[in-house]
């Protein structure tokens, strides 16, 4: 991936504050309790398949579900000893997010090289043509507006 300098720069900045995992590193620590959650696109699941049991959050709600101070939280967004584990197609926009998440006083960290990784690694897949519908915020007291963050 050739990147303008100013966005390698950011990428290596928010992978200095992660201890990154790789996919079976990954697939143990959900079995011991971290939570995975899927940032890719509808499009990219459709089409490459999914991990099952993670959690689907658009990258553009991502702060807001998991997050447990927030009215749009999901319901595994307990406190902040949750472990968030974020990956995307191949392991870039999942960095930038898991630090964000880190600078939100939350755990997170991200896959490397992402779920083409983890299917790379023979880990379990979905197959595609399906794609599990992204998680909202609850629907009784929220708010329109607060949906939207």
């Given at each position: ?41 509808e ?8 991990i ?12 807001w ?85």
């Amino acid at each position: 991936m050739t990147v303008d300098s100013s966005l390698d720069r950011l990428l290596q900045r928010a992978r200095a504050s992660l201890t990154r995992l790789t996919p079976v590193d990954a697939h143990e620590a959900v079995k011991n309790g971290a939570v995975l959650i899927d940032t890719r696109p509808e499009f990219q699941r459709r089409a490459d398949g999914e991990i099952p049991g993670s959690i689907v959050i658009e990258r553009n709600h991502l702060e807001w579900r998991l997050h447990p101070a927030s009215d749009t939280r999901i319901p595994e967004a307990v406190d902040g000893n949750v472990r968030w584990i974020v990956f995307c197609d191949e392991g870039y926009a999942s960095s930038l997010a898991a630090s964000t998440l880190q600078a939100l006083g939350l755990q997170a960290t991200d896959v490397i090289g992402g779920f083409k990784a983890w299917r790379d690694a023979g880990l379990p897949v979905t197959p595609p043509g399906t794609s599990t519908a992204p998680r909202l915020a609850p629907i009784s007291g929220s708010s329109a507006a607060a949906d939207l963050g």
